[in-house]
């Protein structure tokens, strides 16, 4: 199974501020769709709670230690680590999965990931409480970068990029 990050992230790799994302950029939202629809998404219960419902045509896997199956959605799958998630869907032969955070779930996987795919804003948040794990070229090579100015409706410059991880 092939294992892939997505997110959005400052230019000091903050992914939030408390319950919240930090800025408002209706593209991104369209590449996170375009990217993750009609595959597994795996997120950990503070992402899952910034949600309404589950989004359309993804397959929703949230790992948590405390909330209940009784706490989600019926189609929305709960594993207690992200082991025991990841050994599931490798024996299901899951072809991709996308780790959407947060910062915690982030930190756990980045070793398992073959590529990110990554909107980096460029401003600095000084008052982050999530991060995205900081992308060594020594490791990674990047493969697209799609630069964007802001505009009326997107607040900061970013610029979509993708990464994959160096063959050892």
């Not at 199974?1 to 997110?7: D, R, T």
């Not at 992230?9 to 501020?17: D, L, P, R, Y």
């Not at 992200?82 to 910062?103: C, Y």
């Not at 900061?156 to 063959?167: A, G, P």
């Amino acid at each position: 199974m092939k294992i892939y990050g997505i997110v959005a992230a400052s230019e000091n790799n903050v992914v939030g501020v408390g319950q919240n994302i930090p800025w408002h950029l209706p593209d991104d939202f369209k590449y996170f769709k375009a990217i993750t629809l009609d595959h597994y998404i795996l997120m950990g219960k503070n992402t899952w709670l910034t949600f309404v419902k589950p989004l359309p045509r993804r397959k929703h896997i949230v790992v948590s230690k405390t909330l209940q199956p009784s706490d989600l959605s019926k189609d929305v799958r709960l594993f207690s680590d992200i082991s025991e998630a990841i050994r599931e869907l490798e024996a299901e032969n899951v072809p991709e999965l996308f780790i959407i955070g947060g910062g915690k779930i982030y930190e756990q996987t980045f070793d398992l990931m073959d590529r990110v795919y990554i909107t980096r804003v460029h401003t600095t948040i000084d008052n982050g409480t999530a991060f995205f794990p900081k992308i060594n070229p020594k490791h990674w090579t990047l493969i697209e970068s799609e630069p964007h100015t802001k505009d009326a409706k997107h607040q900061y410059d970013y610029t979509f990029e993708v990464w994959e991880r160096k063959q050892q």
